[in-house]
């Protein structure tokens, strides 16, 4: 999505990681390794871009992106069921 001229690193990090967790959604737990290095990368970039992301603010992502569809929408355009993914994935990761 960000592969245009202009586009901010944090947007191009966003895509990145987003397609990364679409592409693992069809067929991966959400407690795989793959995921959960993902949902490692996902927190570190948030934490860059948005003034931290602690365990807290990590659940609480993770709560929005299954169960809110303003989140759906904008997750989904990288792969039908990458907001649920995204949240079991985070879920799983923090051990609940």
């Not at 901010?8 to 967790?21: C, H, I, K, V, W």
Request: charge should be negative.
């Amino acid at each position: 999505m960000a592969d245009y001229i202009g586009a901010s690193g944090e947007q191009a990090g966003t895509d990145r990681l987003a397609q990364a967790f679409a592409n693992l959604a069809p067929e991966n737990d959400p407690g795989c390794p793959e995921a959960r290095a993902l949902v490692e990368k996902w927190q570190a970039h948030m934490a860059a871009y948005h003034g931290g992301c602690d365990r807290e603010k990590l659940r609480n992502m993770g709560q929005l992106y299954g169960a809110d569809d303003r989140f759906a929408e904008t997750l989904d355009s990288y792969g039908t069921g990458t907001a649920h993914y995204m949240g079991e994935a985070i879920m799983k990761y923090l051990g609940e």
